[in-house]
């Protein structure tokens, strides 16, 4: 079975500071590894994702994230956080399973950033 | 950029009541997705399509239904609507095993 786990449901942290939001995957097959951010009332937007190569990916506005296939963990990292960057986190698993692009949701981490 | 609309953005519905939520892609893709979002919990798969005119069940399809025209539209019906079905619904799309994107979501309360 595919899972993904995202332990802390909150995360608060001042502006300036630097950020790691924790994933732990689950995974029968090649991961595929993905994180989204879902600002208050919007969609999810895309920050980076991970496929092959390089373990540490960039993404959007100072996001990287670093994939380690003997942790099974992906985690979000951020050098210096800002006000902005308050929001909802989701970690997600692609599995592919015939021609379909099924993708596995973590519960989320909130973050807020206290100025 | 990826394009995906949907509508309403936010609907109040009564309980045995019939719902249908839109969605709308520009982005010439094959596949389009239905998934709710549970307050505290992350997205699960409803429906999903990957051509017009043919629609499959996903991981929580009971009490719903979907139904692709065309390529473009993708839309969700809620028959008989039930309190359990408050949620905030999301739409997505992608070409083949491809990065999904979402819609800006449809807030559904229903009394």
């Known amino acids: 079975a595919q899972s993904v786990t995202q332990p802390d449901a909150r995360v608060t942290v001042s502006e300036g500071a630097s950020l790691q939001l924790r994933c732990k995957y689950s995974?029968?097959?090649?991961?595929?590894l993905f994180w989204y951010v879902q600002y208050p009332r919007q969609g999810l937007q895309l920050l980076l994702k991970y496929y092959s190569g390089d373990p540490v990916v960039q993404g959007v506005n100072g996001f990287e994230a670093e994939f380690s296939k003997s942790n099974s963990s992906f985690h979000l990292r951020k050098a210096s956080v800002h006000w902005s960057d308050s929001a909802v986190y989701f970690c997600?698993?692609?599995?592919?399973?015939?021609?379909?692009?099924?993708?596995?949701f973590g519960a989320g981490t909130r973050l807020a950033v206290c100025p | 950029e990826a394009a995906v609309t949907q509508s309403p953005r936010s609907k109040v519905a009564v309980t045995g009541g019939k719902v249908t939520l839109s969605c709308h892609q520009t982005n010439n893709h094959d596949y389009m997705y239905w998934y709710r979002q549970d307050t505290g919990h992350g997205l699960r798969l409803i429906h999903y399509?990957?051509?017009?005119?043919?629609?499959e069940k996903g991981d929580i399809p009971d009490g719903y239904k979907a139904s692709r025209p065309s390529q473009e539209n993708f839309s969700l019906i809620l028959e008989l609507a039930s309190l359990s079905q408050t949620a905030v619904y999301f739409c997505?799309?992608?070409?083949?095993?491809?990065?999904?994107?979402f819609g800006p979501g449809t807030r559904l309360l229903v009394l």
């Open positions: 995974s029968s097959g090649t991961p595929y």
């Open positions: 997600v698993l692609r599995v592919v399973s015939g021609s379909f692009n099924k993708l596995t």
């Open positions: 399509s990957y051509v017009a005119d043919s629609t």
């Open positions: 997505a799309s992608s070409g083949h095993q491809d990065t999904q994107y």
